[in-house]
């Protein structure tokens, strides 16, 4: 058990180093939603320097500390664990599964996905990125090891846990994650008004499959002659390779790569596209997808790993191995008002099933079981 002061109350630090990426709204939501619980505990949250202000302003109860140390280095091992020490916490809720192996406290991690185990990043360099690969695998399985209770977003993400690092599922639970209507007006893309097109929004690593989306957007083409394909967010080595292989097939007149979007924007693209294709072969959750459809696209997914369990019958779904599956799935809503209109309400209420709030108060409940 862990040990508490004689008031009743526990100490528990959170690291939120990953908070303002995409993988740190989960910790950002997280934060938000416990402060507004009001926990009968003394919360730390540690994050990197640029986060600060964010942070406090969003959790004004809790106390932030900075913490810069960076992911998969050896300042994390040794720094990070110094300063856990430190602090002298009762539980530590390490919102990633990396962390200091050497720390012993009590821990629970959340574990968003294997898929660094598993996909390599071809913008990193390849030794150095195989050589951390091999570490954090090592990490990983040491984590879920010496976790209290493991935290996964999907059932999905539980039972591939399991089997990995060969730990019981009973140690691991479950909370679901959500989507967020966004508030900003929502403000048009000059170039693509009055343009039909499919979408896509996120990072553009391997195993978001986006090689293959292309592909399959070439065979739609010959179909659907002045439709276009919008792939958004922030350029990187990634995308610019992505870039030179849309130019190689000639594609580069109806490919729009919008690079950084604002809210408005993003709002914009989902309320207009003809859908929202996700053709990802590794998720978690599959956030983007979610919040698609909380804004009215029509949703069109893989039917890879978690994303059936989190989208149930509310996407229309694809073999994201076959780029012709791909393509005449995306080409079935296009033609069908029917289908479409399906898909929105459906997508809709779907969105509306997961609750950041009761995301907090399970990770809350899970803290004072320990």
Known sequence: MVEINRKGRMRIVIDARE????????VDKLIQYLNKLKPDHEILVLTKSHRLEFVRSVAPDFKVIKSD????????????????????????HFAMDRQ??????????TMHDLTTARYDNPSKNALVFKFKQIVYKKVL??????????ITPSKYVKHDVAQYADVSPDKIFVTY?????IKEVAQAVPRLKD???????????PHKNLKRLVDAFII??????????????????NYHRLEGYVTEKRMADSVVFTGFVTEGELKW???NTAAYVFPSLSEGFGLPGLEAMMHGAPVVSSDATCLPEIYGDSAYYFDPNNTFDIASKISNVLSSAGIRAELIRKGKSRAAQFSWDRMARQTLKLYEKV
């Open 19 to 26: 908070s303002g990426t995409s993988t740190g709204r989960y």
């Open 69 to 92: 140390y960076k992911e998969f280095t050896f300042a994390e091992q040794l720094g990070l664990y110094r300063q856990l020490k430190s602090l002298g916490a009762d539980l530590v």
């Open 100 to 109: 200091p192996i050497l720390y012993r406290g009590k821990v629970i991690a």
């Open 141 to 150: 399985k040491d984590v879920a090891k010496k976790s209290a209770y493991i």
């Open 177 to 181: 994650e959500a989507a967020d209507l």
């Open 195 to 205: 343009k039909q097109f499919i979408m896509y929004v996120g990072r553009p690593l």
């Open 220 to 237: 739609l083409k010959k179909k659907y002659p002045k439709l276009m394909l919008v792939l958004a967010g922030k350029m990187d080595t």
């Open 269 to 271: 693209l989902y309320q």
